[in-house]
């Protein structure tokens, strides 16, 4: 007559979104660049005056004391350890497209509270402090560009608005590329960061990995090719629809990447979580990626895996 | 059949063990208690009435993972015959918490072959080491996708049966990338060229029911969720605190008349009053009924049309602002 009890099974849950980031980082501004039209924007995102101030960052790879100019000649990565920091959608941009060749599409999408979610605090205001914070409509940037002159149509996430969550508008956005880029025959590239499905939107977030991975399949069926680059972090519904659909996938190094949590994972099964678990390296090992690219020869290998799959 | 009852059905529990001890003494003493029995009847009815017209949310939660709610197999053996399992992911081995196989399904008098699909779940703590709570590994997913190939090679309509609280997360389901083969999954269900129905029978807990659940129509039985998070770990995320579930279940709309209204799910089949459990033949007759309707609806589309509709319908969810 016992109640079903969460004590007595496993009650295991959907891999829950992460929550975004608060290490203290005090990340650069990228320069403004003539590739996005709101460099304003941009600067907004400078939030932590954590230690250091102002012109230092420390890596969390190493600790390694970094001074902001050179990181940023150096793509965010550290020159002592290589570890990867966390970089915006804009700065990726920039980083992989031609200059001056980004278009932004559907820039006009917006997310709304759907669901009336009663949670602690409300979605809306939410979405209207990652937006003031990031300089985004939402969680993912989209758009066409070239690539050492291959045209392109091209995603990216950016783990600093609600963790690169994804909801109707990352999933529409995305959609939109896929779709469009099937019309005009052109390649796709995604890059992934994401804590998984959007809680906030409930089965409209879910609904979001079926509708994504049915356009890459009519993209796949007229013959184009599809790089997915998945980045520090990529997990649940992203992991589990678009990003591991890519004809090749590729992951910057020592990327978190996988379905549940290591938190889930643990409390679920109480196993011994082998070491360097869901991380890109431990993945190549499995079998799951092509390649792991260091970020600075990131661009080039996707335009010569673009070259190969014209 | 002994149930066990839930903390919100006790008031009903109550009353049928007075009901009966009333009957009891009027037979054993036999002396005319007619009129109190017929009193006690009609509480017992308005009673349940009060109680199972307005469920909420968490309520119908535990109602979808009560032990001895009907599982996929027992829908095989209610409604359909001749189910003939078939095993093995041809990669790795053969996942006791995700069935599959062919089986006949008679229609308006007519026979006709389906494949059939389900996530299995156990009932007691033995059964459950085996069907592992009817939480699918990689090789579940991959042994679903091959038999789901096998339907459109042969020109067989689909229909999954999901139940479960999730994909399982563990060591080796990642080690075997149970997010890709859900991803694989996912992506292909959108292409095979045979009706599907997808029917949540109990939890459709996250990816791992999205994983058998791409389909023309997605059905719903009245007391199960589908859900893009258990309500426990909404609550553990936005409130520090498991105990929180049942704020999360409303908050995040994962009741089927929710659902329906998102247009996540085409169609709510009715269950008895309380929950399949109470009456597992009525539920399954509700189930065969629906299923009929809806896969004579799907026979009349080409098969262009019917992945052409496929696609509409997911690419049309989603709720935004354009501006
Ligand atoms: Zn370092």
Known sequence: ?310 | MKLYTLEFEKPVLQLQKQLEELRAKASAEKIDLNDEINAMEKKLEETKQGIYSKLSAWQRVQISRHTKRPYFLDYVAQIFEGFTELHGDRRFGDDHAMLGGFAFFKTNGKSRKVMLIGQQKGRDVKENVKRNFGMAHPEGYRKALRLMQLAHKFNVPIITFIDTPGAYPGVQAEERHIAEAIAVNIREMSTLEVPILAVVIGEGGSGGALGIGVADRVLILENAYYSVISPEGCAAILWKDRVHAPKAAEALKMSARDLLAHKIVDDVVPEPPGGAHHDPELAAQNLKASLIKHLHALDKFSKGDLLDNRYTRYRGIGEYAES
């Open chain 1, 1 to 310: 007559m016992a109640e079903m009890s969460t004590e007595t099974q496993p009650t295991p849950v959907a891999p829950p979104p992460m929550p975004p980031s608060d290490q203290g980082m005090n990340l650069p501004t990228p320069p403004p660049s003539k590739v996005f039209d709101k460099p304003k924007e941009v600067s907004s995102r400078t939030r932590k005056k954590s230690i250091p101030e102002g012109l230092w960052t420390r890596c969390k790879g190493c600790g390694e004391m970094i001074t902001n100019k050179e990181l940023e000649d150096l793509l965010k990565v550290c020159p002592k350890c290589h570890y990867h920091l966390v970089a915006t959608a804009k700065e990726r941009v920039q980083w992989l497209a031609d200059t001056g060749t980004f278009e932004e599409a559907d820039s006009n999408l917006h997310s709304v509270d759907a669901l009336k979610f009663k949670g602690v605090a409300s979605y809306s205001d939410k979405l209207k402090a990652y937006a003031r914070e990031t300089g985004l409509q939402d969680a993912v940037l989209t758009g066409f560009c070239e690539i050492e002159a291959h045209p392109t149509g091209i995603a990216v996430m950016d783990f600093g608005f609600l963790a690169a969550s994804m909801g109707s508008v990352v999933g529409e956005r995305i959609t939109r590329i896929i779709e469009k880029s099937t019309k005009k025959k052109i390649p796709v590239v995604i890059i992934s960061a994401s804590g998984g499905a959007r809680m906030y939107e409930g089965m409209l977030s879910l609904m979001q990995m079926a509708k994504t991975s049915a356009a890459l399949a009519r993209h796949a069926k007229a013959g184009l090719p599809f790089i997915s680059v998945l980045t520090n972090p990529t997990m649940a519904g992203v992991m589990a629809s678009f990003a591991s659909l890519g004809d090749v996938i590729l992951a910057e190094p020592h990327s978190m990447i996988g379905f549940a949590g290591a938190r889930v994972i643990r409390e679920t099964t109480r196993e011994e979580l082998p070491k360097g678990f869901q991380t890109a390296e431990f993945l190549l090992e499995r079998g799951l990626l092509d390649m792991i690219v260091h970020r600075k020869t990131m661009k080039s290998t996707l335009a010569s895996l673009l070259e190969f799959m014209k």
